[in-house]
């Protein structure tokens, strides 16, 4: 059974404090893995799809690595306005006809100023 | 942001009542999901569809029955409520993945946050 692991749960950094988020996966063959950032009271936006071992996707502060049994998020110089809620998701091979997804439980990163 | 509305956006009622969420999407996406969103469970997929008329049950589809007769609008419905069905509930829509084409990442709408007493 697919199955994604975040961690940790919850974070706090100071501002210009980089750090680095986990995702763990397993999967009957990777499809794709997506990361995605939630503000509170909103639904989900996508930031990243990663497909192979090895590649990396940067956007501003943030840089999504991809390995054969995991994922990282790296926060480089976070702001406060980095401060979200990061969600894992993985694609497999059978779910990949109709893009399902599933989702770790995420983790919650708090920067303070 | 991807043109996608969820209606209502909060919902109060009570054990036993019907209830009916929609989603309403303007960017003409074959693929629609409704995902339920609790504490320590992450984002689980109730139902989806890949076509008009065309719907197959997610993970956690007891209780649930979904319809969509227009490719715009996914309708949610609870038949009877029951108080383990409080939750935040999310649209999401996707485009089919192609041969040759990266994989269509999911769109979410804002959500819909449903308490049954």
């Known amino acids: 059974e697919d199955q994604v692991t975040q961690s940790p749960e919850a974070l706090r950094l100071q501002e210009g404090e980089s750090s680095s988020l986990n995702c763990s996966y397993t999967v009957s063959g990777l499809r794709g893995l997506f990361w995605y950032r939630q503000d509170p009271g909103k639904g989900p936006e996508f930031l990243f799809t990663?497909?192979?071992a090895g590649e990396e996707k940067e956007k501003e502060r943030l840089k999504a690595t991809l390995t054969k049994k995991e994922s990282f998020l790296h926060i480089t110089a976070p702001k406060p306005e980095d401060s979200a809620t990061y969600l894992c998701?993985?694609?497999?091979?059978?779910?990949?006809?109709?893009?399902?997804?599933?989702f770790g439980t995420g983790t919650l990163l708090a920067v303070q100023p | 942001d991807a043109g996608i509305t969820q209606s209502p956006r909060h919902k109060v009622t009570e054990t036993g009542t019907p209830v009916t969420l929609r989603c309403h999407q303007t960017e003409n996406h074959r693929y629609m999901y409704w995902y339920r969103q609790d504490p320590g469970h992450g984002l689980r997929l109730i139902h989806y569809s890949y076509g008009v008329k065309d719907t197959d049950k997610g993970e956690v589809s007891d209780g649930y029955s979904v319809s969509r007769s227009k490719t715009e609008d996914f309708l949610l419905t609870l038949e009877s409520a029951t108080s383990s069905q409080t939750s935040v509930y999310f649209c999401?829509?996707?485009?089919?993945?192609?041969?040759?084409?990266?994989?269509?990442?999911?769109?979410f709408g804002d959500g819909t946050r449903l308490s049954i007493l």
């Open positions: 990663l497909y192979s």
């Open positions: 998701a993985v694609q497999d091979n059978y779910g990949g006809a109709t893009n399902k997804l599933i």
């Open positions: 999401a829509i996707s485009e089919p993945t192609r041969k040759g084409q990266s994989n269509q990442p999911q769109h």
